[in-house]
């Protein structure tokens, strides 16, 4: 049973900031949805409902995702997903139920920083950010890999471009955990693509790294991304074995591309998935 010692309804980012340095063990509460299952006391519980992060906003350039925006808000964001390749409202329309999306935050499913997040896979894949009260806006790609400090994340920040994407994801069944997912986007003439779920925290391959720079790839190109993301590091558990997520990586890899470039004909469909299979079958 998850139980607190203390609550903490914060009026606003700074104080919420200042309690969780200064009480020791304080934790800010997202949705809770992960936190609940724990049978822990936490000593100092911090409330975020009052500091207005509740709310996407649109600038000129960027929108502003609030950290207490749920999930349910952001598959439902119309003009958002139109403009970033829809690519969030497919990583997150599965995530278990209405239910736990309509409680489950942004906020809460970017900072936990989980390997099996289908949320990070697709923000990572776009030109993000993320806001924090101490620390100011820091690349996604950046901020995963930083450690846990004591800090309040408030937004996040995608910023406008003319997107091609497409996000994937393999499920043993509806609403279960990804056993790997995959998110490509081209923006900026560069093509992106991230992989999650491998189990460990999402990978960013772009540019270079990816083998890919054409609007259209062709089917090498296509071969070469295989091969860039087959060689990131895999691992097993009971979702799915290294060497299954490996393969699995790379055939979403392909499909994520050729629907993102959306391709004019069937052949050049054709050929690009045919990268897919350049690689020994699984056994």
């Excluded at 519980?45 to 009052?50: A, E, G, K, T």
């Excluded at 994340?153 to 994937?168: E, G, N």
């Excluded at 890899?253 to 050049?268: D, F, G, M, P």
């Amino acid at each position: 049973m998850l139980r607190f010692g203390r609550y903490v309804r914060a009026a606003n980012v700074e104080d919420a900031l200042e309690v969780l340095r200064f009480r020791k063990g304080a934790q800010v509460m997202g949705g809770g949805m992960w936190m609940r299952l724990s049978d822990r006391t936490v000593p100092c519980v911090i409330d975020l409902s009052d500091c207005g992060l509740d709310k996407i906003e649109e600038t000129e350039d960027e929108y502003r995702i609030g950290a207490y925006v749920t999930l349910r808000d952001l598959e439902c964001a119309a003009d958002f997903n139109y403009r970033t390749g829809n690519v969030l409202n497919a990583a997150v329309h599965d995530i278990v139920g209405v239910q736990f999306r309509q409680l489950a935050t942004v906020g809460g499913s970017v900072f936990g920083r989980f390997g099996f997040s289908d949320v990070i896979c697709a923000l990572l894949a776009l030109d993000s950010e993320v806001e924090l009260v101490g620390a100011g806006r820091v690349p996604l790609a950046t901020f995963i890999d930083m450690p846990y400090e004591l800090d309040v994340l408030t937004h996040v920040i995608v910023k406008k471009h003319d997107y091609q994407a497409s996000y994937q994801c393999l499920r043993k069944a509806a609403t279960d955990f990804s056993t790997i997912n995959v998110c490509a986007a081209r923006w900026d003439g560069t093509w992106h693509v991230a992989v999650g779920s491998r189990p460990a925290k999402a990978r960013l391959l772009a540019g270079e790294a990816l083998g890919v720079s054409s609007a259209e790839p062709t089917a090498d190109e296509i071969a070469r991304a295989v091969e860039a993301v087959r060689g990131l590091a895999y691992s097993s558990n009971m979702w799915g074995s290294e060497r299954y997520r490996r393969h699995l990586a790379g055939a979403l890899t392909a499909r994520s591309i050729v629907q993102a470039a959306r391709y004019a004909s069937t052949e050049a469909y054709q050929a690009a998935l045919a990268a897919c299979t350049r690689e020994e079958a699984i056994r």
